[in-house]
């Protein structure tokens, strides 16, 4: 049985400015930097979290796995500073979407360096 996610990979272009993103902008530490053969993986989270990003080269594994999807999977984090953090990643320049009002609380999305959006919401009390 799976019983938590362990990690989320993301085919990016740039693995060295997608890594910049994630640290310099979110605030996410680099749990690994490696390299094996012609493969590199990057593996970032927030500080203690229990799932992890992967940032894998988007034309490696194309070419690795032609019939591959390498579309940016749908993430959505959640904050306990919801406020902090949308005024945060717009004082760092970063595209950050308007806040929608949904039942179960508060989203806004937000976009990387290379224009892939993700989600981030306050769940309702």
Same mark, same amino acid.
């Given at each position: 049985?799976? %019983? ?5 990979? $993301? ?5 060295? /400015?997608?890594?910049?993103?994630w640290?310099?902008? $979110? ?5 690994? =930097? ?10 970032l989270?927030?500080? =203690? ?5 992967? $940032?894998?080269?988007? /034309?490696?594994?194309?070419?690795? %796995? ?18 902090? $953090? ?6 760092? %320049? ?6 929608? /009002? ?14 892939n ?9």
């Amino acid at each position: 049985m799976i %019983n938590k996610i362990g990690q989320v990979m $993301l085919y990016v272009n740039n693995q060295d /400015e997608s890594r910049d993103f994630w640290t310099e902008k $979110l605030g996410f530490e680099v749990i690994a =930097d490696e390299t094996s053969g012609p493969v590199r993986f990057i593996e970032l989270a927030p500080k =203690d979290a229990a799932t992890t990003i992967v $940032l894998h080269n988007k /034309e490696f594994v194309a070419k690795m %796995n032609p019939g591959m999807n390498l579309g940016t999977p749908s993430l959505m984090f959640f904050t306990d500073n919801f406020d902090k $953090l949308n005024s945060d990643l717009k004082n760092k %320049n970063v595209t950050v979407g308007e806040i929608v /009002e949904l039942p179960n609380g508060r989203v806004f999305n937000f976009a990387d360096n290379e224009q892939n959006y993700f989600a981030v919401m306050e769940k309702a009390q």
